[in-house]
């Protein structure tokens, strides 16, 4: 019963071997080996962009930070909804990177930016001249914060604001497989064709060890990202060992097989308990989270059995007995037994 987050899940037995099949012999250092090529070429044919210029860094942050220093100067301010995940949890990772640029959080549902509200907020920056910040590139998370998508006509609506202040699109794809099989488009269809620019293409919440990539549509934009991802100390050595998860992950559409996986399992949990009286959401599971509100019995008998998870608006402690919010997040190793398991301990 392990839903506290899908970065805990265990790496896929393909992707290990992949590794493991990396560390026979020796290769080139940093990025020079044919397994990174093979891998950014994957990568291009998957999302249908022969000329796309494709990197691979560790972690996340890096993918975020270092792609929006890519299109970001300092004096800009880089539009996102309040509770995107650069917002929330990167530690003004992109402020720093981008050597001060800053944040406009804009409004629009709970979870997702509107139209209207990114024309309003990119509207009233950019008027004071050389006293304030200005207009620098929109930056769209799916899956968001809360667990829901953005359709492709939604990101096409914000892409299109942005074109109308030629401002460039950025999209954190932590979870890009999770929302791609949930929407049951193509890599194409949700990121360039809708009007993205680049994207952090994520791996390591979907069953790899540690990898995302970095896709660029517009490789005018490589070789300033190859001395930012050097001077940010995000250029692997043996950086194979990068390619080598999404050399495999990109392999027969396992990074969706792997996202349906997710999906699904959180699918079949929400349903579950859906049928429990008076559990209720607090927001509408579209993806691998679920966001249940249940009674504080409910969550200590689940806590006392082992259950890992985390509260989301309240705390246990003080012989609480009132309704608390939870998030649970999927992995793809998730199996029926966990969420039966599950079930049972908030059924009581």
Not at 89 to 114: I, Q, S, W
Not at 233 to 259: E, G, I, N, P, V
């Amino acid at each position: 019963m392990r839903f506290a987050s899908d970065n805990s899940g265990p790496v896929h037995p393909k992707i290990m071997a992949a590794l493991a099949s990396a560390n026979e012999g020796w290769a080139m250092p940093y990025g020079n080996d044919d397994l990174t090529r093979r891998a950014a070429d994957r990568a291009r044919e998957v999302f249908e962009a022969p000329a796309a210029a494709v990197y691979f860094v560790a972690t996340g942050t890096a993918a975020n930070a270092i792609a929006l220093a890519t299109i970001t100067k300092p004096w800009e301010t880089i539009f996102c909804h309040r509770v995107a995940h650069i917002h929330e949890d990167e530690c003004n990772g992109p402020e720093f990177y981008t050597g001060g640029a800053k944040l406009t959080l804009v409004e629009g549902h709970t979870d997702r930016m509107t139209p209207e509200a990114l024309r309003a907020a990119v509207e009233g920056e950019g008027q004071r001249g050389v006293h304030g910040p200005q207009r620098g590139p929109v930056s769209i998370t799916s899956v968001t914060e809360r667990g829901t998508l953005y359709t492709l006509d939604e990101i096409r609506a914000l892409t299109d604001v942005a074109r109308d202040h030629d401002l460039k699109v950025h999209l954190d794809g932590a979870r890009f497989a999770n929302a791609c099989a949930a929407l049951g488009c193509t890599a194409a269809e949700m990121s360039w064709k809708a009007g993205v620019d680049v994207v952090s293409f994520g791996g390591t919440k979907n069953g790899c060890m540690g990898v995302e990539a970095v896709i660029f549509f517009d490789p005018d934009h490589a070789w300033e990202f190859e001395l930012r991802r050097k001077r940010g100390a995000h250029l692997f050595s043996k950086s194979r060992f990068l390619a080598a998860q999404m050399d495999a992950y990109l392999t027969d559409d396992l990074w969706l097989s792997l996202a349906r996986s997710a999906n699904n399992s959180a699918t079949a949990l929400a349903n579950e308990l859906r049928e429990i009286p008076g559990v209720s959401f607090l927001f509408e599971p579209q993806a691998n989270m679920v966001f249940p509100v249940l009674p504080a019995a409910a969550h200590r008998r689940l806590h006392d059995a082992g259950a890992m998870y985390y509260l989301w608006d309240g705390s246990l402690e003080d012989g609480v007995d009132e309704d608390i919010g939870a998030r649970l997040v999927v992995d793809w190793s998730c199996g029926p037994e966990n969420i039966d398991r599950f079930i049972d301990l908030v059924r009581g």
